[in-house]
């Protein structure tokens, strides 16, 4: 299947390679023309322009961007609103706010557009492992994109559900990026949880402690411990496992946290709707105070957050 990609970074790139790896065609632009060249030794088609991404397309068009939330996707969508025609589809997979979905999607029906969100979750580990995919839209558009969902996906046993393969049509537009908003705040908590745990395994040699009390642990052989048969395994333990057996003092992060935007949707929606949710809104606090004075909980957060995502941290205010 041919679809356009627009924003070929740390996601986007590892998308397009692991669409092309099974057999789709890809077309891709970046503002930055190398990223697209790049793209096509690969075995893509890179575009210069919008413009040239669009007429090489064969109609009825998919173009999926994957560019920064906020103003550049806003830029990109009204940009493709005018370059594209009736029938054609435009799918958002960054990090977008739902009831950006909602209006944007009303705009481009207006221009007989179609309009899908799709939380992507998987960061830089999605390329081998597979992206989970939650769509929101239109079911008879989710339906036409199944083959690129399905290629994205990490994939399961033929005639299973779409869930059960690691992606899904959620509901209308709107209703795929909230379950990523979601997702993303309970992806808060867990991380929170696990880092609070390392700190108190870390300080128990503390001095201040009676001999009999102190374990001077190894925690880089207890986190990969917990990852087998442990029921508190996960991907997020398989990065922190990673991290802590490079360096267990995590020397290489300051623990300033940052937070991209869908953690606070989250609480804010709690807050909106009087829907009790202490532990997320605790984790996404705790984000904000690590940027005024850290700790080794921090650390473990931004090694995370680095392994999984390949988020770099900022320097502390």
């Given at each position: 299947?041919q679809?356009?990609?627009?924003g070929?970074g740390?996601?986007g790139?590892?998308i397009a390679?692991?669409l092309i790896g ?9 503002e ?10 690969e075995?893509?088609?890179?575009a210069k322009?919008l413009?040239?991404?669009?007429e090489a397309?064969?109609p ?6 994957m560019?920064p939330a ?5 830029k ?6 005018i370059l ?8 958002d997979?960054?990090?977008t ?19 899908l ?6 960061g830089?580990?999605?390329r ?7 769509i929101?839209?239109?079911p008879?558009?989710?339906?036409r994109?199944?083959?690129?969902f ?11 559900s779409?869930?059960t ?13 909230f ?13 929170q949880?696990?880092?609070?745990g390392f700190q108190i ?32 395994s ?14 267990t003092?995590l020397k ?15 609480v804010?929606?709690?807050?909106e709707?009087?829907?009790p949710?202490p532990?997320?809104?605790?984790a996404?606090?705790?984000?904000f105070r690590?940027?005024r ?7 473990v ?17």
């Open positions: 299947m679809i356009g990609l627009i070929l740390r996601m790139a590892n390679r692991r099974r057999g789709h065609s890809v077309i891709g632009f970046d930055t023309m190398a990223a697209a060249q790049t793209l096509a030794s075995g893509g088609t890179a322009s413009e040239a991404l669009v397309l064969t009825p068009r998919n173009v999926w961007v560019v906020g103003e550049p996707t806003e990109t969508i009204e940009r493709l609103a594209l025609k009736p029938g054609d589809a435009i799918i997979g960054g990090n706010f739902w009831r950006d979905d909602v209006r944007r999607a009303k705009a481009l029906k207006a221009r007989g557009l179609h309009h969100d799709a939380g992507t979750s998987g830089v580990l999605g081998e492992a597979g992206y989970c995919l939650m929101g839209g239109e008879e558009i989710a339906k994109l199944a083959p690129i399905a290629a994205m996906a990490p994939g399961g046993e033929r005639g299973t779409p869930a393969q690691g992606w899904l049509h959620v509901g209308p537009n709107g209703a795929g990026h379950v990523k908003m979601i997702h993303n705040g309970i992806e808060y908590g867990m991380m949880a696990y880092a609070e395994l870390k300080e128990t040699d503390a001095a201040a402690l009676p001999d009999d009390e102190r374990f001077k642990l190894d925690i880089a052989a207890i986190a990969e411990l917990w990852r087998h048969g442990s029921i508190v996960s991907t997020l333990l398989d990065v922190t496992a990673k991290a802590l057996q490079g360096d003092d290489e992060f300051s623990g300033v946290v940052e937070d991209t935007g869908e953690g606070r949707w989250t804010q929606t709690a807050v709707r009087a829907i949710a532990v997320l809104t605790t996404l606090f705790a984000r690590s940027r004075e850290g700790n080794f909980a921090d650390k957060i931004s090694a995370m957050r680095k392994g999984f995502g390949g988020h770099v941290e900022a320097r502390r205010k």
